[in-house]
């Protein structure tokens, strides 16, 4: 690598659980979430330039917005203003578009707190990690919990953190079936809006474990999601037939998530899977523990 060329992975970003638990008078739900990251995902580049610049590659880079209202631009401006009198001369950002567009995963996110990492390395600044995280809700709600990226609850609109003490290191499976989900309409077909929040987490050693851990829980999303897109049944069952101990979808999907009992069966699921389905992103992976 290049002097002064920076890399940061822009994990997905798993919900393994989300309970929606209320609303607020401006109509942000609350919620509880059981949220991991996985060890694939985007990758930020950043490298000093003459002039502020922007390029996306990858294979979902024709889905991605170059202009002012992609998160990364966003999230380079925000970082600027934070650093008071700091030398933060101009930079070539590169993002390599890997995870699908609006899809549970929390890719636009997870490539702004990516860029924030990968500037404060490139600019030598100092910040202060949870001043932060608590200062990057105002690019979005899941900004707080992708740059802590590790195990944790998040609460409110999601910007409320608790680091998870223990959470097994799991193979899993990503798979997608193509489509894009909007967010307020799956959040608008919620049939109810205080449903039950996470109980205590238990704890798990390994798969099996984590996998029993959390069929009690639930994604509230899960339903009217699958009622938007009718393809996320057929996401779910395809994991469930080649061995995942569990299978739910994540955020407010498509992206979809099997936990598997070691990576033999985690690679041949996947394998099965992206055969009989070519045009389905599927990705087996870690989902990153403690």
Known sequence: MRANVITRLAAAKLNLALHVTGRRADGY?????????????????????????????????????????NLVIAARDFLRDLLPGGDTPPVRISLDKRLPVASGVGGGSSDAAAAIKALIVLWGARVDEWKLAAAAVSLGADLPMCL??????????????EPLPTLPCV????????????????????????????PDWPGA??????????TGLRNDLQRPAIEQCPAISDVLEALRANGAELSRMS??????????DGPGPAFAAADVIGKREPGWFVEPCLIRGT
């Open 171 to 198: 193979h899993a499976v990503l798979v997608n079936p193509g489509a894009q989900i909007s967010t307020p309409e799956v959040f608008g077909a919620l049939e109810k809006h205080d449903n039950d929040p996470l």
């Open 251 to 260: 955020g407010s999907g498509a992206t979809c998530f099997g936990i598997f």
């Open 205 to 214: 050693n390994g798969a099996l474990e984590l996998a029993r851990a959390l």
């Open 29 to 69: 739900h609350l919620l509880e979430s059981l949220v991991a990251f996985a060890d694939f995902g985007d990758e930020v580049t950043v490298e000093p330039a003459e002039t502020d610049e922007f390029v996306v590659r990858g294979p979902y880079a024709s889905w991605v917005p170059i202009d002012d209202s």
């Open 148 to 161: 802590v990226e590790r195990p944790l609850i998040a609460r409110g609109i999601g910007d409320e953190i």
